[in-house]
Structures are given as C-alpha cells and as structure tokens.
C-alpha cells in the first residue's frame, strides 16, 4: 500500500489515549465502529497479500464498504496505516496487561502467553508493516516515531505491573528486551521454515530460565 508522505509538519498520531471526552453519540459510536472494521479489514489483508498487496480499493471491499465510504474515516492510505499501526500496538499492550493481571508472574506463565500472543494474525501483520518500512520511507516515517513511543509506553507500563522488579528497572528492560527479540524471532523463524518446530519448548524454558535470574530476589 503506497503510503502518502508524511510532512514534516503533520501531528504525529499517538498511540496515548485521549483525556475522557463527552458521552458519545449514536453517530460517534457507528463511525468508530466503521473504523474499527476498516482497521480490521487492514489487518487481514496485510496477513492475506502482505503490504505490497494491501490497497485501499481491497480493505474497503474486505470491510464490505464502498471505497468513498472508507475515504470518509480515512481521507488516505497513510492515515489508515497509521491507525492500523496503533491498534495492533494497543492490542499488544491489552494482553501484556491481562497476563500480569491473571498470574503470579511466574516466568513460564507470561512467556507461555506471549508466545501464543505471536501466533495471532495482528502479529503477522504487524511484521508485515515492520519488514516493508525497511525499505519504504514514507512508510518508516509512520512506523518508528510509533514504535519509539509504544516501546516506551510499554517499558513504563511493565514497571508498573511488576512491582517486585523495581529495584531492578534495567533487569527489567533486559528481560523485557530478550523476550521481544527471541519469542518474536522464533516466530518469524517458524513461518519461514527456518526453526524445528521441535525446539520450541527448549528456547522458551531457557528464556523463563534467564528471566529468573535476572530477577530482583525478595
């Protein structure tokens, strides 16, 4: 999906949420969830045809709309992928959060949910949009001012959901840090035939291994 440039000038979209606002109306309601299914659509389709393939005449008939319809909550491709970008950031942060609501944040536990976390298809969509903003800069300049501030977001929310490693921010950040790299490299390594299948259990115990020895002790 060829992306319009982003000036220098426009305001960058954020991935915080916005202060409370005012009731919201039957029409507001139906327009967010007009987006949403444009969002959606934009996602399956970056998992079906990959973002080459992701064109805006094919999301608007994936969400079962006319593409005048779709231009009236996304006036361009670009906007729609950076709202897509969000979202899929946004879901990444709702499951962290559930996980380390449900458990005792014992190491096998929340690397088990990661890792059925990056079997989901926002995950492959996701990598997607992160593979292709390697080579396409109007894309990149939607994708890493986002991804600097949800790894940010992310690492203070992790800091708060995990009182007991805050003696230890940086272990933390570390922990965090290889999670990321090796559970979600596993993954792409797995759709592309390059990872046994079979090795899976044993990387992901010697990653709650090293989890908990970066751990702060009592």
């Not at 949403?36 to 079962?64: D, F, H």
Request: charge should be neutral; charged fraction near 20%.
């Amino acid at each position: 999906m060829a992306a319009t440039p982003v000036s220098q000038s426009s305001p960058r979209t954020s991935i915080r949420k916005p202060a409370a606002a005012a009731v919201p109306t039957r029409q507001s309601i139906k327009s967010a969830q007009t987006r949403g299914r444009l969002i959606e659509a934009t996602i399956q389709c970056l998992v079906r045809v990959g973002y080459s393939g992701t064109t805006t005449p094919l999301v608007a008939t994936e969400a079962g709309l006319s593409r005048g319809a779709m231009l009236h909550h996304f006036e361009n491709s670009a906007t729609l992928i950076r709202a897509t970008i969000v979202e899929l950031h946004e879901r990444r942060l709702r499951a962290f959060r559930r996980s380390s609501e449900i458990t005792e944040h014992d190491p096998a536990t929340m690397v088990g949910a990661y890792w059925k976390q990056v079997q989901k298809p926002a995950f492959v969509a996701f990598q997607e949009l992160a593979l292709a903003a390697r080579t396409d800069p109007e894309l990149a300049l939607i994708m890493r001012p986002l991804q600097v501030e949800y790894r940010e977001r992310f690492n203070a929310e992790a800091l708060a959901l995990f009182p007991e490693w805050q003696s230890e921010p940086q272990h933390l950040a570390e922990a965090i840090a290889l999670s990321q790299t090796l559970i979600e490299g596993m993954a792409m390594s797995l759709m592309t035939g390059a990872l046994d299948e079979t090795m899976v259990p044993a990387l992901l115990g010697t990653l709650e291994d090293r989890i908990r020895a970066l751990r702060p002790t009592a």
